[in-house]
């Protein structure tokens, strides 16, 4: 299996028989009958199809197929660090739990820490990551989502500026222009396209102009994405604003790196000439409410941004913010904060499933490809078991208030990516190496 994996998908065809399928298309059609993928795409979807000459029949009577999660911002380096987000603010958490831990990495630790979190991420059906690793050992990162199978952009962190950063982590700005072209490199289109690279500048605080203006014209030149963080907290606000006499999203824009290729995790303290900057550019944003509530960063305006026609994906961040990466929570914590903060009818559970899944596709440019089950597409999906679903009765339940508000990465029962099965009834195929 693993030797599969990191060879590519063999031409191999799976037959889903007799579920329940959530396409999450742009009609939002629910349909019954089988799903056929041949090789890493979705061959045939609906009705009754043929079972001749397939490799492997999934029965799925009384499960649901839905598209496999899209989180647009995890730090696979810091799964390790869980539990360490107690009771501090961001700048100060970086300072004295993040930073020294990033900094006392090893290409060993960096490994397992993405192979442990990308198995999390397999078991609550998370099938494609935007990932932000750090400065150093990425290399060991981009082995870890190879030999796993998961979809993902990734890319170190570049930090080349502040002074609360660890001597450690700082770099050379050259250098860690040119450490980033090299694992692009190496890395772009790996794993037969399955793997891409993404410039992450960590966020304005630790990056000098000269690196982000050497980003805007490499990332340029390469057609890849930018990661960063922005307008997560006011102590993080202010200390743009002192430095560069702008808030975030104007210098970035300032810069010339607000394009459709740039993607803002957080986005919480965004002024109106921010939100007009991120509309008229097309730049893209992602929402971490976990992440947010946990270390009291704030409640990001999901609702005005997504009626700005702004792309939204959804992230768990690193589990050292919130303590685990289930898209699941996310969810949840998207719509619980909202209706509490704007009433009931804010946001239906259908646009927060939208946003968890074809959101977060937008968000990287591949809503062609992934996002959506739908013919052509790639067969990036996860089968759930909702049984034991404790509601009668349950066929006339609503499908999306049903996963959104009730389902728990417990009822995900199978997950393949790129065709491959990579998590089958609770049985975990993602590590065959005994840790
Ligand atoms: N801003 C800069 N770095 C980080 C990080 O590692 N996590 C979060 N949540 N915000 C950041
Ligand atoms: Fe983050």
Redesign the pocket.
């Known amino acids: 299996h693993y030797a599969n994996l990191k060879e590519g998908n063999p031409m191999k065809t799976i037959l889903i028989r007799n579920a329940t399928i959530m396409t999450m298309n742009e009609r939002g059609d629910i349909l019954t009958g089988d799903l056929l993928i041949r090789g890493k795409r979705i061959a045939q979807i609906g009705g009754e199809i043929a079972e001749g000459g397939v490799d492997r029949i999934i029965e799925a009577d009384g499960k649901v197929v839905l598209p496999g999660f899209v989180q647009t911002h995890i ?1 696979l380096c ?1 799964t390790l660090f869980r539990g360490r987000a107690d009771d501090l603010a ?1 700048i100060e ?2 300072r004295e739990r ?1 930073w020294p831990l990033e900094a006392a990495h090893s290409a060993d630790s960096v490994y397992y820490s993405a192979m442990l979190g990308i198995g999390e991420l397999i078991r609550s059906g998370t099938t494609t990551i935007l990932d ?1 690793e750090t400065v150093h050992h990425t290399d060991s990162a981009f082995q870890a989502i190879l030999e796993s199978g998961i979809r993902a952009i990734s890319g170190k ?1 570049m930090m080349d500026h502040g002074t609360e950063v660890p001597l450690a982590l700082q770099e050379n700005t050259q250098q860690s222009l040119q450490q980033s072209v090299d694992l692009l490199e190496k890395w772009n289109g790996a794993g037969d396209g399955r793997i891409q690279y993404a410039f992450c500048p ?2 304005v ?2 990056c000098t102009e000269e690196l982000l203006i050497g980003v805007r014209d490499l990332s340029e030149q390469y057609k890849v994405k930018v990661h960063t ?1 922005a307008s ?2 006011t102590g ?1 606000i202010a200390i743009v604003e002192a430095e560069r006499g702008k808030r975030n999203v104007v210098y970035l824009d300032h810069i010339g790196l607000a394009r459709p290729n740039l993607i803002l ?2 986005s919480i303290w965004l002024d109106e000439e921010e939100k007009r900057i991120i509309k008229e550019r097309g730049v893209k944003v992602t929402h ?1 409410p976990g ?1 947010n509530m946990k ?1 009291a ?1 704030g409640i990001a305006e999901i609702p005005e941004l997504l009626r700005e026609g702004i792309d939204i994906g959804i992230g768990a ?2 589990a ?2 919130n303590n685990n990466l289930d898209m699941y929570q996310e969810m949840r914590l998207t719509a619980f904060i909202q209706k509490v903060k704007h009433g009931p009818t804010v946001m239906d559970a259908r646009t927060v499933l939208r946003m968890a899944t074809m959101g977060g596709a937008k968000v990287l440019g591949m809503e062609n490809d992934i996002g959506s089950l739908e013919e052509g597409k790639l067969a990036d999906l996860q089968m759930l078991d909702l049984e034991d679903f404790h509601v009668y009765p349950s066929y006339d339940a609503d499908w999306f208030s049903r996963v959104v508000y009730a389902a728990t990465r417990g009822d995900v029962d199978t997950v393949i990516i790129d065709g491959q099965i990579v998590m089958e009834k609770r049985i975990m195929k993602t590590i065959d190496k005994p840790l």
């Open positions: 730090h810091q961001l958490w970086l993040i932000m962190v960590r966020f605080v630790s963080h997560e907290n993080e995790a957080h971490c992440s270390l960063s961040d690193g050292a913010c």
